[in-house]
């Protein structure tokens, strides 16, 4: 399950991008990739979990600089603000705020220092995604009885999101922004999150009617037919089909996953399910992205079969949703579930 996880990578971290199975170093790494690597790694039962999260939570300290602002690519031992962005702070607040409360004394010690320079930059978060990884971050402290005193800026948070929805949404329409691009469940995993910490039942509201919304929309034809990065899906318009990524597959694994973590309906166990499956072939194309040869995931659903490449993004992408399924489902443990 781990071989092309383990393959990616090295002393340094996960290595963004891969030429069919091959790590392609000069590709360099990101805070997005390990930070999610971080959190695989936490799930894992393997000899190799402990260095890897050492691996990984050097990463993050080492590229977010005094400001609390991360570098996410790090290139030719350099690291770069080139690719920046408020998503990937946010991935990052996700991973540290798990590791706060992972066992192992010398991680949990980099991740509160992490939590420390981060968290206040997030309560100015203004991207959607940004918000509500950074939120389910702090839901998660929230839940653990940890950093209580920032439950009054997660509200601000939500009801920063929830405002969103008020001016976008019609009756056709039941979202946060006029078009639909990547990681979209995200949002409503963030708020049923945040009903969870809080019992705010506005927030417990706009959540379903967003995710069902979303749902609803990408199974029509009884799989998962995932919004495509070629125009992404503009109000009154159509769903393009194509490139499909293994990333949004996860995100709506893992939302649906929430959702039945904090409600208890079954429907949401189920879509998880049939989310999950998009991986194995039940998809548009009919063709499994997870390559049981070299234990990756290929990079996209295209309009001629798959992207032959094997980036971080995918595998890591397809082990957190891996993972997720048989912690909550399997298990029936309904641990709380972080998000891509």
């Known amino acids: 399950m781990y071989r092309h996880f383990l393959n990616m990578t090295d002393s340094t971290g996960i290595i963004q991008f891969a030429d069919k199975s091959k790590p392609k170093k000069e590709s360099g790494y990101t805070v997005d990739d390990n930070a999610r690597a971080l959190l695989v790694a936490m799930d894992m039962e393997s000899k190799e979990k402990e260095r890897l999260m050492n691996i990984y939570i050097r990463f ?41 409360n992972c066992g192992i004394s010398d991680t949990e010690k980099m991740a509160k220092k992490i939590l420390g320079k981060a968290l206040p930059r997030a309560f100015k978060f203004n991207s959607p995604r940004a918000i509500s990884y950074a939120l389910i971050g702090i839901e998660n402290l929230i839940d653990r009885g940890r950093y209580l005193w920032v439950l009054p800026y997660a509200k601000q948070m939500a009801d920063k999101l929830i405002m969103l929805y008020q001016m ?43 995710l069902d919304f979303l749902t609803d929309s990408l199974f029509k034809k009884g799989y998962l037919n995932i919004v495509g990065n070629r125009g992404w899906w ?30 208890g309906e079954s429907e949401y166990a189920y879509k998880a399910r049939i989310a999950y499956d998009w991986y194995w072939g039940k998809n548009i194309n009919g063709i499994p992205l997870y390559n049981k040869d070299t234990q990756g995931c290929h990079d996209a659903l295209v309009p001629d079969g798959v992207n032959l490449n094997q980036g971080a993004e995918a595998v890591i992408s397809f082990l957190m949703a891996h993972h997720a399924i048989k912690n909550v489902i399997e298990k029936k443990s309904q641990r709380l579930i972080p998000a891509v």
């Open 168 to 210: 976008n949404r019609s009756p056709d329409w039941l979202w946060f922004e006029d078009k639909l691009t990547y990681c979209n469940a995200v949002i409503p995993h963030a708020l049923f999150g945040f009903y969870r910490v809080s019992g705010n039942a506005r927030a417990l509201k706009v959540a379903k009617d967003t």
């Open 234 to 263: 503009h109000r009154q318009s159509f769903i393009p089909d194509f490139d499909q990524q293994p990333v949004d597959a996860a995100s709506v694994v893992l939302a649906c996953l929430e959702a039945f973590a904090v409600t």
């Open 60 to 100: 993050l300290e080492e590229a977010q600089d005094s400001r609390g602002i991360w570098q996410n690519l790090k290139l030719d031992g350099k690291f770069s603000p080139v690719i920046n962005s408020e998503d990937s702070m946010g991935r990052g607040i996700i991973a540290a705020s798990f590791a706060l």
